[in-house]
């Protein structure tokens, strides 16, 4: 049975702190795993990860997979209050185009 | 990316009655799922949407409960039938893959059964 495991739940930071979130995988016919942010409702597209080794940046926001360790890693760098949310990992295998999601980091920011 | 309209984003529902949701895309997309995000809990998959058939159902849903409706690329609806206070979730509408795989979600429809 495929299953996305995060890791922490969740987390209490100070603005200014960096922060690493942990997501690992065992999905059958693997083929990328993707993060969201979700503040209310929706989820948003944060990265998509498919190629091992290979680091996606967004601002203070980056990623990077291991495809061998079956693991992948969200850093955010300098937190501020408004990276308070829930982090989501999600692992989308090449049997389907649904996605299989972990419970979720929920990430809290405190001045 | 593409643009996912929800109706309605709220809703307070009595129950034994039924609400449909409405997921409306502004480009025509191959594939559309139906996620539930139950109160402290991430998402699962209800179903995925086929345009022209029948929706193919997770375990543990069924079409009785969440008849789902696609009849063209852009639009879908979800309908939770004979509600009780367990079907109280964020009900999510999602799209992909776009270019690159991604999958995007819509804004998400919050039900409350009372």
């Known amino acids: 049975e495929d299953k996305v495991v995060q890791s922490p739940l969740s987390l209490v930071v100070h603005e200014g702190d960096t922060v690493t979130l942990n997501c690992s995988y065992e999905v059958t016919n693997f083929r990328s795993l993707l993060w969201y942010k979700q503040e209310k409702k929706a989820p948003t597209f944060l990265f998509m990860l498919t190629s091992s080794g290979i680091e996606k940046k967004s601002g203070r926001l980056s990623s990077i997979l291991d495809k061998k360790e079956l693991f992948s890693i969200l850093n955010i760098t300098a937190t501020q209050t408004g990276d308070s949310a829930i982090y989501l990992c999600a692992a989308h295998s090449n049997s389907g185009y649904a996605l299989n999601f972990g419970k979720g980091t929920s990430l809290l920011v405190t001045p | 990316s593409a643009v996912i309209s929800q109706k309605p984003s709220r809703d307070i529902c009595q129950r034994g009655t039924s609400l449909t949701i409405q997921c409306q895309v502004d480009s025509q997309v191959t594939m559309m799922f139906w996620y539930r995000q139950q109160p402290g809990q991430s998402l699962t998959l209800i179903a995925t949407?086929?345009?022209?058939?029948?929706?193919?159902?997770e375990s543990g849903f069924v079409i009785d409960k969440f008849p789902i409706s696609r009849p063209n690329l852009t639009f879908s609806t979800l309908t939770v039938s004979n509600l009780s206070p367990e079907d109280s979730s964020i009900y999510l509408c999602?799209?992909?893959?776009?270019?690159?795989?991604?999958?995007?979600f819509g804004e998400g429809s919050w039900l409350t059964v009372v």
């Open positions: 949407a086929n345009q022209g058939s029948e929706a193919t159902y």
């Open positions: 999602s799209v992909g893959p776009e270019a690159g795989n991604t999958i995007y």
